[in-house]
């Protein structure tokens, strides 16, 4: 997650790439909500120790409750975007937000699209 | 100890005479071997010394080692405690030289095995090589002034024709060449790598320019890009990807960009970084199990395991007012 993230950093379309690459190079995001959810996951990137940590006083039973009260306070105060569950895995090809295989971050149709040409390695339409 | 000497050599006498017998061709080689050494006094003292302990031990030895044949575990034993490994063989001989001659045989045996050892010594050395390298060090002393100047000149030049194009960089490559001439005796000449490991030759001594500048980087790059061709097979693609870091390097090594040089104990025993928090209580007792926690965890280095624990200590001295109300 925070991988896909850190390289697709790379393509944005912020960037110039200092060394010159010889391949083709997308310097897109595919739209607005893919960039979105980039912003998202670097942000849950930086704050995923301290919403670790907070949580970690929050859901104890040994520490007094209004200490844990206050933790609650401060885990709300952080920002909205460095949680975690508001990432989405998109296809990475098309930004669509479902139907994304997980192991290949590509959405249905684009693996389909693939597989047919044969250009997934090891994956062949299946036959019983 | 003479006296006790002379009594035992009789029997042993008798045994050496039947040895005599069989082994003649090792004993007159050895007689040769005697013939041409010399016997020094200072070592007569040395060892009546060293035997004053060892007497009786060594008598006992000899005895067993001449009557029977199987004295091979004993002429080793003896050696042992001499601390040097010599052949039993050599040892059987000796003894038997010795007590072939009219002198007081305690002490020929003894002066004969101290020459073996001594025999054995410089083959030893011979093999490591260490006589030569003194050689080396003795003929290179006397090398003339001149050559390892001129040598340096020489290779100076060489740099300059390689490296630089322009005709700009000449002057101080010359100039460096020249201080450098003043301190020769210093730096110039071949390394005998007596006291550092073998470093790299004396042309990086000579070149004195610090670092290299922008027009340096940027011609360098453009050679770099000339002379990348593209893969002529798949190894040359894969030796490609390897260096752009696209492909692993086989065997693969698990800890490739991990450079946790910490112990075990640094990782587990984290108590001694408890000394900030109070020693009973709640917070005491969480911190506690934030410690068995992070003591089992194998992918957080101990830097930030160290980091965590900080950042609670922090986080309760923040709180502490709160802390104090309850």
Redesign the interface.
């Known amino acids: 997650m925070a991988a896909a993230a850190l390289c697709w950093a790379l393509r944005a379309a912020r960037q110039v790439l200092p060394s ?1 690459c010889p391949r083709q190079v997308r310097s897109y995001y595919v739209d607005w909500r893919m960039l979105r959810d980039v912003k998202r996951r670097k942000m849950a990137y930086e704050h995923a ?2 919403r670790l ?1 907070i949580n ?2 929050r859901k ?1 039973s ?3 409750k ?2 844990q009260e ?1 933790a609650d306070k401060e885990i709300a105060a952080l920002p909205r975007d460095s949680c975690p569950v508001r990432i989405r895995n998109r296809c990475i090809l098309t930004s669509r937000p479902r139907g994304v295989k997980r192991r290949w971050r590509l959405s249905r149709i684009v693996f389909r699209h693939f597989a047919d040409h044969a250009q997934m390695s090891g994956v062949q339409r299946a036959m019983w | 100890k003479d006296k006790s000497a002379a009594s035992k050599d009789s029997t042993p006498e008798g045994a050496s005479k039947r040895q005599e017998d069989g082994a003649e061709t090792p004993k007159q080689k050895l007689l040769d071997i005697i013939g041409d050494m010399k016997v020094e006094v200072s070592y007569r003292k040395k060892l009546q010394q060293l035997k004053a302990s060892e007497n009786k031990t060594q008598a006992m030895n000899k005895l067993v080692g001449l009557d029977g044949e199987g004295s091979v575990p004993r002429g080793t034993t003896e050696d042992i405690k001499r601390g040097k490994p010599l052949s039993p063989e050599l040892v059987q001989a000796a003894s038997a030289v010795a007590s072939s001659l009219p002198r007081n045989k305690k002490q020929t045996e003894s002066e004969l095995l101290a020459q073996l050892r001594r025999h054995e010594e410089t083959t030893d050395k011979q093999k490591k090589g260490g006589t030569i390298n003194i050689r080396n060090v003795i003929s290179e002393m006397t090398v003339k002034k001149q050559s390892p100047a001129q040598r340096g000149v020489r290779i100076s030049s060489l740099i300059s024709l390689v490296l630089d194009e322009d005709g700009q960089r000449i002057r101080p490559e010359r100039s460096s060449a020249q201080s450098v001439d003043s301190r020769r005796s210093l730096k110039v000449g071949k390394r005998l790598n007596i006291f550092t490991k073998a470093s790299t030759e004396p042309e990086h001594a000579l070149k004195t320019v610090s670092s290299p500048t922008i027009w340096d980087l940027e011609f360098a790059k453009d050679i770099a ?1 000339i002379t990348a061709q593209p893969p002529r097979n798949g190894f040359e693609e894969m030796i490609q990807w390897t260096k752009e870091g696209i492909l692993w390097e086989y065997p693969i090594d698990n800890e490739v960009g991990i450079e946790d040089d910490a112990e075990f104990h640094e990782h587990i025993f984290l108590e001694k970084h408890l000394e900030g928090f109070p020693k009973e209580g ?2 005491r ?2 911190m506690e ?2 410690i068995c926690g992070l003591s089992k965890n194998p992918y957080l280095s101990v830097k930030q395991k160290v980091e ?1 624990i900080e ?2 200590q922090k ?1 309760f001295e923040e ?1 502490k007012e ?2 104090q ?2």
Request: hydrophobic share 55%.
């Open positions: 010159p120790d301290e940590r970690a006083i104890n040994i520490l007094p209004e200490l206050v | 890009a709640p917070i007792h969480f199990l934030v965590h950042w609670f986080y709180k709160l802390l109300e309850i």
